[in-house]
C-alpha cells in the first residue's frame, strides 16, 4: 500500500499560479498511473491530470489543456501539478491519485486504489 499526502494548495486571484505537489511513502513499485482529480462543491470528481509512472507521457481534460502541467521527481517520490493561468472555476478541492493499472482519459475516481487527503484551491475573480 501507498500513502500519498498533497500540499501547495491556496487562494489565488484569477490569472496565478500555483504548484501543487504530492508525496508518496514509498517508491512506486506496482504502481503504473498517477493522476490529479478535482473535486468542486456539489459536483462530480474530475479527473484533471494523468501520467505513467513509468514513462513521460502526459495527458489533461480539455478545460486544462495548456494551462495545467503534471510531472513526477521519482528521486522524491513526487508527483506535481502546475498549475498557470489560473480561473475561478479551477476552484475545487485537489486530489492526487495512484493506479496500480495503465488507464487513460477519462479519468473515472473508482479505477484508483490510493487517494491523497486532498488540498483546497482558490481562485478568485
Known amino acids: 500500500e501507498v500513502q500519498l499526502v498533497e500540499s501547495g494548495g491556496g487562494s489565488v486571484q484569477a490569472g496565478g499560479s500555483l504548484k501543487l505537489s504530492c508525496a508518496a511513502s514509498r517508491y512506486t513499485y506496482g504502481i503504473y498511473s498517477m493522476a490529479w482529480f478535482r473535486q468542486a462543491p456539489g459536483k462530480e470528481r474530475e479527473g484533471v491530470a494523468l501520467t505513467y509512472t513509468g514513462g513521460g507521457s502526459t495527458d489533461y481534460t480539455d478545460s486544462v489543456k495548456g494551462r495545467f502541467s503534471i510531472s513526477q521527481d521519482h528521486a522524491k517520490n513526487t508527483l506535481y501539478l502546475q498549475m498557470n493561468n489560473l480561473k475561478p472555476e479551477d476552484t475545487a478541492m485537489y486530489y492526487c491519485?495512484?493506479?496500480?493499472?495503465?488507464?487513460?482519459?477519462?479519468?473515472?475516481?473508482?479505477?484508483?486504489?490510493?487517494w491523497g487527503q486532498g488540498t483546497q484551491v482558490t481562485v478568485s475573480s
Open positions: 491519485a495512484a493506479s496500480e493499472r495503465v488507464r487513460w482519459m477519462p479519468l473515472f475516481p473508482i479505477d484508483f486504489e490510493y
